[in-house]
Nanobody, 123 residues
Framework: VQLQASGGGLVQAGGSLRLSCAAS????????MGWFRQAPGKERGIVAA????????YYADSVKGRFTISRDNAKNTVYLQMNSLKPEDTADYYC?????????????????WGQGTQVTVSS
């Protein structure tokens, strides 16, 4: 599966962005999906994840209540709605696919990765 992330940009603190990740192929609905981020000089870490059906979701503590992950299996797309953005949310954001379907928070479960989309939050 190939993943294409989009929707990043420059936004002021308190603003919102919606990231999209479009997947190729007919097996998208079988994959768990995750959003990760990597800030300069830091390791890549989980932001949010969603299982194949969209019922089960996981959020990092730092984004709970501000970010929402969702998916549209008919459109082969997963979204990350980011509200109340903070300067510390500045990073490159990556989407990834978990073939096991569970939408794990574990980095090692994700096999397919999209390119990053940059999010910059100014104070």
């Amino acid at each position: 599966v190939q993943l294409q992330a989009s929707g990043g940009g420059l936004v002021q603190a308190g603003g919102s962005l919606r990231l999209s990740c479009a997947a190729s192929g007919r097996t998208f609905s079988t994959y768990g999906m995750g959003w990760f981020r990597q800030a300069p000089g830091k390791e890549r870490g989980i932001v949010a994840a969603i299982n194949r059906s969209g019922v089960r979701k996981y959020y990092a503590d730092s984004v709970k209540g501000r970010f929402t992950i969702s998916r549209d299996n008919a459109k082969n797309t997963v979204y990350l709605q980011m509200n109340s953005l903070k300067p510390e949310d500045t990073a490159d954001y990556y989407c990834a696919a978990d073939p096991r379907g569970g939408g794990s928070y574990s980095f090692s479960q994700y096999i397919y990765w999209g390119q990053g989309t940059q999010v910059t939050v100014s104070s």
